[in-house]
């Protein structure tokens, strides 16, 4: 896969405090990673330092599957930044993860732009490397199973 | 110990507004647009703005009170507030916050003020180009989320796919906006009527929003007044008592990458039942309602989490002969709100509600006792609060 959007939107990097690089290591790695709590299991996402059910510090890193169903979506068509200027719709999905306590991830719904889109469908991870950016980094994209 | 609530203790004495601009129109700079609206809410109170001696904001204004209070000449300032949180969620915060400052002695006169040139700083609606991005804006900016309307849209698509809503609900929204602006001489949209054929042909901006789903985006500054109850007797308008307000969100609303587990919902769920609770009315006594539209979907959710009907009556309900002065079942957004009159982050809504209190709306409702706004909905904090007349203390 080459990319879905355009060349030129903001690049991810992890905060100064590094608390969400292990995600963007993963993802470059073909790996879709989230946090675990290790005492008490909860899946905590978006990367956090503490557990919100038992107030634990004590998170890891775990290896999620990438497979999801669709839990909302949207068809963005205003361009709202210049690398977006005629480029014509795109789909933002918001995928729930059954496998690891319905986490939810964003993503874009590769495909036809204007194709009808279901919430529950089935989908699964694929990465978007750019391993020629500066600096390098990948995505997580969707498609459906 | 006496009961703890604002109802009643405290009064909106004076209202103020400046001209309402187009965003980058506004021939003033943002200051002084803050400065010109508290000096015509001081006017309109009949006081000395100089006895002004605390100030309410939300959304980060960048007037600080420090700043306006010497511009002023304030004799003394005894309360600077800010609620947290974007997106015009902390209007009815704010007037709340000034209420209980007055309410509890902390302050005697408190001005919730909200300015905005977006033409003079970055506007909401747009990207703002950067090489990097880190943080929770990592996981959505790089698949083309950026702007509120994207931020907000599938809380919307949810709802509807979860409760069979249809955009007819929507679209009903925005054409009682823009009905009620025709009526408002200060309205931006002031003859630039709005029907149905026109809401359809009109663009997406992102599904499920066209552009008349979508506010606008304004210069110009608003301000409200409010002093204890009694003094408010004195002056000489009649009072809009502060029945109640209340602000906050449910449980981990702000969870990151759009993880808040009651996800399709305005963000009152555990809100709304606060502000009746003190106010001590039902959502039956509520005579209208100004509600604010970021994007009509919002108006929505907030319609059903206040409790004006079920998720799943939003079809039969939510209808423009419903929404519209003054015969409606529930009149809404009477001045044009956020869409059509101005976007004021919503405190435009606040003005107009004390304004159906007084009778002098465009777009009067006969007898209005219960007067109520929504700030700010799906944001979090979100805010509400509620003006009662005399008859309702």
Sequence with gaps: ?????????????????????????????????????KDCGTWVWGPEWICHSCHSFDLEW???????????????????????????????VLVELPHADNIRMIGNLLGDPEQTVEIGAEVEVAFEHHPEADPPYSLAQWKLA | MSERTLR?????????????????????SEFKLALTAILKAAEDAGIDPKDIDGFASYSNDRNDPSRIAAALGTKELRFSNMQW???????????????????????????????????????FGQGQPVKTISGDMAMQAPYGLMSPAQRYAMKCMRFMHDHGVKHDALRAISLASYHHAQSNPRAVMYGRALDEAKYDASRWIVEPWRLFDCCQENDGAAAVIIVPAERAKDLPHKPSYVLGAAGGSDHRCGAPSHNH??????????????LYEMAGVMPA??????CYENFTGGVMMSIVEHGFCAPDEVNEFIVKENLIAPSGKLPTNTSGGNLAECYMHGLELQIEAVRQLRGQSTSQVPGVDVSMVVAGPMVTPVSNCIFGSEATL
Excluded at chain 1, 64 to 90: F, M, T
Aim: hydrophobic share 35%; net charge neutral; with cysteine.
């Design chain 2, 285 to 290: 006594d509520v005579d209208v309602l100004q």
């Design chain 2, 85 to 123: 949180g974007g997106g015009g969620g902390g209007g009815g915060a704010a007037i709340g916050n000034a209420a209980a400052a007055v309410a509890s002695g902390l302050a005697d006169c408190v001005v919730v003020f909200r300015a905005l040139a977006q033409g003079q700083f970055a506007r």
């Design chain 2, 8 to 28: 009643g203790k405290t009064a909106v004495a004076g209202v103020g507004e400046t001209v309402y601009y187009k965003h980058g129109q506004s021939p003033d």
């Design chain 2, 261 to 274: 587990p009651n996800y399709a919902s305005s963000n009152f769920a555990t809100v709304a039942p606060h």
């Design chain 1, 62 to 92: 775990q290896k999620v599957e990438g497979k999801g169903r669709i839990y909302s979506w949207e068809r963005p068509w205003h361009p709202v930044h210049p690398a977006l200027n005629g480029h014509g719709p795109y789909i933002v």
């Design chain 1, 1 to 37: 896969m080459t990319r879905y959007l355009p060349e030129g939107l903001a690049i991810p990097v992890p905060e100064n405090d590094g608390l969400s690089a292990p995600y963007w290591e993963g993802l470059q790695r073909g790996e879709l990673m989230a946090q675990r709590c």
